[in-house]
């Protein structure tokens, strides 16, 4: 029985995560982008939760498990990602189909060449729009490209990755995979005997007809009959080609991806070594989930305003001056109120706006106000803040009260 070509399921794959990169920004989760770090407000929006930069722990603590992914993966799988997933392997194949395709159409025509180079341009701006896309929201990006308000930043950023890609799909392509892509050598870091690999058969290497439509085929030049080599990508091209071959004399192919020999010390892909960072990602995944079920949905930071200094009053009290910051971490607008606790026998009042404050989803209001205590404690001590929403108390802080 004829053996499946790969390459269907190859590029099904291919399509699938790359329709993942383009549309992921398109997909919005209580009125944010599913994934967007936003520069402005110093925002990462994340699957539903915005994270500012007061929270660094927890966008530290997502790195760290893409970290631990990515070594997991690339343990497991090795370079399948750079033939299966890799966005730098599908726009080099798609270019490859259309230059192919342009060819039958145009033949030796002095406008193929031109075409080509403007499918070249068309995906490099794709790219370059996609990338900012994860930083500016697609419809508000479309709208400052077209009024021309894209800004110096975004401006800029666009037109050099725009550049880079073009440069790279129309003068490197496949040497980037082979000599420049760094991901190649991290991999020999990481992989052992039980990483899939794609390989010749060494035990039917007698049925080898010596027809090199493996190596013809293959993207980066490798000739897979001479064993593993760095610059594989695993794509199963070779795999493909000598199905194809062997499937006209009723044999199977000899090409075979494998998690390695047993007789190796291979063949085992679960194993100590890869469970390691397995059970790390699932230790950092809980503690991600618990911090994001903790954490509070309003802070409030309060440092000395004004001048700093203290006023002493007429009737024994004593004033101060603070500046408070009350960000709002919900996905709702909220009002907020403050409030502060003295110790017994005196009496603490706030003056300023501190009711009824009004903060929009994910930002932050400035407060100043003042605290008046009388009569005014013998020495210098620590005051408790509460901001409030209604009657619940969402957080607190500490503020000294200077006497003097």
């Not at 919900?330 to 003295?342: C, L, N, Q």
């Not at 400035?366 to 009388?374: A, G, H, S, Y």
Request: charged share 20%; with cysteine.
């Amino acid at each position: 029985m004829p053996q499946p070509r790969l390459a269907p399921k190859r590029q099904a794959v291919q399509w699938l995560s790359t329709l993942l990169l383009l549309l992921m920004p398109f997909v919005r989760v209580g009125g944010e982008s599913l994934l967007r770090l936003d520069a402005v407000s110093r925002t990462l929006y994340f699957f539903g939760a915005a994270i500012r930069i007061e929270e660094f722990y927890l966008v530290l603590l997502t790195s760290l498990i893409f970290l631990f992914i990515f070594l997991f993966v690339t343990m497991l799988f090795g370079r399948v990602w750079c033939g299966w997933f890799c966005p730098q392997s599908t726009l080099t194949d798609f270019l490859e189909w259309a230059e192919r395709r342009i060819g039958k159409a145009l033949g030796r025509s002095a406008i193929a060449k031109p075409v080509c180079h403007l499918i070249a341009v068309a995906l490099a701006f794709l790219v370059a729009s996609n990338l900012i896309w994860y930083f500016i929201p697609p419809t508000e990006y479309l709208r400052r490209l077209l009024a021309g308000t894209l800004g110096n930043v975004a401006g800029i950023s666009l037109v050099s990755v725009a550049f880079l890609v073009w440069g790279d799909l129309t003068f490197i392509r496949r040497y980037f995979c082979k000599a420049i892509c760094p991901y190649g050598r991290i991999q020999l870091l990481a992989m052992d005997v039980n990483t899939l690999t794609l390989e010749f058969d060494p035990d039917e290497a007698c049925r080898c007809i010596g027809c090199n439509s493996c190596v013809r085929v293959c993207p980066t030049g490798v000739d897979i009959r001479n064993g593993f080599q760095v610059e594989c990508i695993n794509c199963g091209r070779c795999l493909d080609a000598c199905r194809d071959v062997l499937n006209r004399l009723h044999q199977p192919g000899i090409m075979r991806y494998t998690f390695g020999r047993r007789a190796g010390g291979g063949g085992r892909p679960v194993n100590a070594r890869s469970l390691l960072p397995a059970t790390v990602i699932m230790v950092l995944s809980c503690i991600l989930a618990f911090a994001m079920a903790h954490r509070t949905e309003g802070t409030i930071k309060v440092g000395r305003g004004g001048d700093g200094g203290v006023r002493r009053l007429s009737d024994g009290g004593v004033v101060n001056f603070y500046t408070a910051y009350v960000e709002n971490r919900s996905r709702t607008p909220a009002v907020y109120g403050i409030r502060v606790e003295g110790a017994a026998g005196e009496k603490v009042e706030l003056l300023g706006p501190t009711n009824e404050l009004k903060v929009d989803a994910n930002e932050n209001r400035k407060v100043d106000f003042i605290v008046r205590v009388t009569p005014a404690p013998t020495s210098s001590r620590k005051l408790k803040l509460r901001l409030l929403r209604g009657a619940e108390r969402v957080a607190e802080a500490e503020m000294t009260l200077l006497v003097k």
